[in-house]
């Protein structure tokens, strides 16, 4: 009952508030939204972009995907493309942003576009949440963005915003109506892009599209929050004196933003340790393919343990031959969502290389070669151990300077 009275303490329950509401944040909006290289403002956005990017805000910054963006779409600049692409090329493209499901996610649901819906995007966020990767939050951005449908995406800025505009924890069953409530006007009147002459009302975007219909600028509404999240409602610090919808929020208006909104500490990750091994043979170095599901699906790393509970009969033989004949090179740390893995590192130099190593998930790469394939960032910090190998990452550990080398 108390979170209801809080919810109830609100300042946007009716439309005529929702609608002030909105035409205050639209009216911000059109002076300050972020210039990222995903948006497009003299049209509708191609839902094909707007899945690459947000895939690619998925679990990295904005200030990173903006650098990245603009290579990765000029490779595969169409769903066409990137539906033909192989998946090596997508991986190769995707390295250094980590969280690699992401982009063979994306290569399939390309494919899926292509071959379940004609090429064409589903329009809804049920629809779109059939796509390979598209949860609730990328298919309602995509639909709010691409098609202007009435949706609000809802991610960790909008849920700290929107807790702090009813005045309620940002656990709060009652809170995803409510946002939801936002989106939703029967009147469109007011939300319509302004026209006012550039010359005598300057702004930073001056001419919007102009439709033949008037449009309830979903899209617009959906990033106008996104901004304000980003910009102006900050997690330990909000700026309510600069905040344009300051009049409407419950826990603004009173002194209280700072109070609603922060997230439950995360617990500390677990840590789980293993061994790599950098396995060499002249100017080249052995990679194994990750099985294609579940973490680093399909990517090729140095023999290692420590990712899962047990090890493919490749890596086993390795870490085996490592620890047994190979120089220890350094210690390596990686974090990935749920746990950080160290990794004591072996240096083991062959002679020749054994037949084995010649299999379906195992290559031997030329050192000089390394850039041009798909390499996840774990991997360059265990080739970084070694000098001469890559301009990976350093490993934190101290290096042990090899005094023998026992060769076989
Ligand atoms: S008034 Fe303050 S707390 Fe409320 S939305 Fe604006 S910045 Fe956030």
């Not at 099985?291 to 990712?307: E, F, I, K, Y």
Request: net charge positive.
């Amino acid at each position: 009952m108390a979170e209801q009275r809080k919810v109830g303490a609100s300042l946007l329950t009716t439309a005529a508030e929702r609608r002030q509401f909105r035409r205050s944040l639209l009216a911000w909006y059109d002076r300050n939204d972020r210039t990222l290289p995903w948006r497009k403002r003299s049209a509708p956005q191609a839902a094909y972009k707007v899945l690459v990017s947000e895939i690619l805000l998925q679990q990295t910054r904005a200030s990173v995907v903006a650098a990245r963006y603009g290579d990765f779409v000029r490779r595969f600049p169409s769903l066409k493309a990137l539906a033909e692409a192989d998946l090596d090329q997508v991986l190769t493209a995707w390295a250094g942003l980590g969280y690699y499901a992401r982009g063979r996610n994306l290569h399939r649901a390309a494919q899926q576009v292509r071959e379940d819906y004609g090429g064409r995007f589903p329009r809804t966020p049920e629809g779109l949440q059939t796509l390979p990767g598209v949860g609730r939050y990328t298919a309602a951005a995509i639909a709010a963005i691409a098609f202007e449908h009435p949706v609000v995406p809802v991610d960790g800025n909008i849920l700290r915003l929107a807790a702090r505009l009813f005045a309620c924890s940002r656990e709060s069953p009652l809170l995803m109506e409510q946002i939801q409530s936002l989106a939703v006007l029967s009147s469109t009147k007011q939300a319509t892009r302004p026209t006012t002459n550039p010359a005598t009302h300057p702004t930073k975007h001056p001419t919007k599209h102009p439709t033949k219909h008037p449009t309830k600028r979903n899209g617009d509404f959906a990033q106008a929050l996104m901004d304000l999240g980003a910009l102006i409602c900050l997690p330990a610090n909000p700026r309510c004196a600069a905040c344009p919808v300051a009049k409407f929020c419950a826990a603004g208006s009173v002194g209280k933003g700072a109070d609603y909104g922060a997230r439950a500490k995360p617990k500390p990750r677990p840590v789980r340790r293993g061994v790599a091994v950098l396995v060499r043979q002249g100017k080249r170095v052995l990679l194994v393919r990750r099985p294609a599901d579940g973490l680093l699906g399909g990517m090729r790393l140095p023999p290692m343990t420590g990712l899962d509970k047990t090890s493919t009969p490749e890596v086993a033989q390795w870490i085996t031959r490592g620890k047994k004949y190979g120089i220890p090179c350094g210690t390596v740390e990686h974090t990935f969502t749920h746990f950080r893995l160290v990794l004591r590192v072996f240096d083991l130099r062959l002679t020749t290389r054994p037949k084995t190593t010649q299999g379906k998930n195992t290559n031997w790469i030329a050192t000089n070669r390394l850039t041009e394939i798909a390499l996840p960032s774990l991997g360059r910090k265990v080739l970084g151990c070694t000098n001469g190998i890559t301009n990976g990452v350093q490993p934190k550990g101290r290096k042990k300077k090899p005094k023998s080398r026992k060769k076989q």
